[in-house]
């Protein structure tokens, strides 16, 4: 087996050669792919397809942002701002799209904020917080919210809770020095570029989260519970539903009704 990472022409070309291939019986082809408007349909349709969906909740987030940043790169440069920086992208990162358990009082709909969106950010703040001169934070909130994170966002309240965050977040009062404000009003960040100590402050953080830490009421949890409750049911009863015709695979009825 052999893993490449293909453009969208390529997978184009690997579409065509797919449906005139004669493959051994035992021939499998795996693909794994983020969501995207110009995946082919054909190639989709024709695919058994596999859903993964990351464990909820900000500490598990951040786990795996952490997972696949290696300590070499948050030690990058020897700048502390840096590594807080780059925690405090993961955090930010990880509260959007935790946000979206909220729906419609955290986000008015489901945006999709992805890796791609992690790997972005990380990228401009290895750019800006290199060298010993002073941070550019409005740089920095300025690409977020109108490059990176805000070009999702297609609605007017959405983006001004975007922009709170980000001017919440990333600011000199938590960000260097000796941070006379805590992340988010919890969490203190460590005075170091050691990938330990981030990923020790973080099995710190409760396995649960508090709707305050995303700014919202604590009552809403109650809301969010009877939503995912309706959801739970609804496929309940789509599973549920036998009779002598579902025998066979009726691929148009089965679309129409997902």
Not at 4 to 14: P, S, T
Not at 127 to 151: K, M, P
Not at 158 to 182: H, I, N, P, S, T
Not at 184 to 212: T, Y
């Amino acid at each position: 087996s052999s893993g490449i990472n293909a453009e969208y022409g390529e997978v184009q070309v690997l579409e065509k050669e797919v449906n005139t291939l004669k493959p051994h019986k035992n021939f499998r082809l795996w693909l794994t792919a983020e969501p995207h408007v110009k995946f082919p349909l054909v190639l989709l349709e024709s695919s058994l397809k596999v859903t993964y969906e990351s464990p909820p909740g900000i500490k598990k987030n951040l786990f795996r942002t952490y997972e696949a940043w290696t300590p070499e790169f948050i030690e990058r440069g020897h700048n502390p701002t840096r590594a807080q920086a780059l925690f405090t992208l993961a955090w930010f990162h990880a509260i959007v799209q935790e946000r979206r358990n909220y729906i419609p009082q955290g986000w008015t709909k489901f945006y999709e904020f992805s890796q791609a969106d992690l790997r972005s950010g990380a990228d401009i703040i290895d750019r800006l917080c290199t060298g010993t001169g002073s941070i550019q934070w409005d740089f920095i909130h300025g690409l977020f919210e109108n490059a990176v994170f805000g070009g999702r966002i297609d609605n007017n309240y959405d983006l001004e809770v975007l922009r709170a965050y980000l001017r919440q977040y990333f600011d000199r009062e938590v960000l260097g020095g000796k941070g006379r404000r805590k992340l988010a009003g919890v969490l203190e960040l460590p005075q170091s570029i050691n990938h330990k100590d981030f990923v020790k402050a973080i099995s710190a953080l409760p396995d649960i989260d508090s709707p305050p830490v995303f700014s919202l009421p604590s009552n809403i949890d109650r809301s969010q519970q009877r939503s995912v409750a309706k959801a739970v049911i609804a496929q309940l009863v789509l599973v549920g539903r036998t009779s002598v015709e579902d025998s066979s695979f009726e691929k148009a009825r089965w679309t129409k009704e997902l």
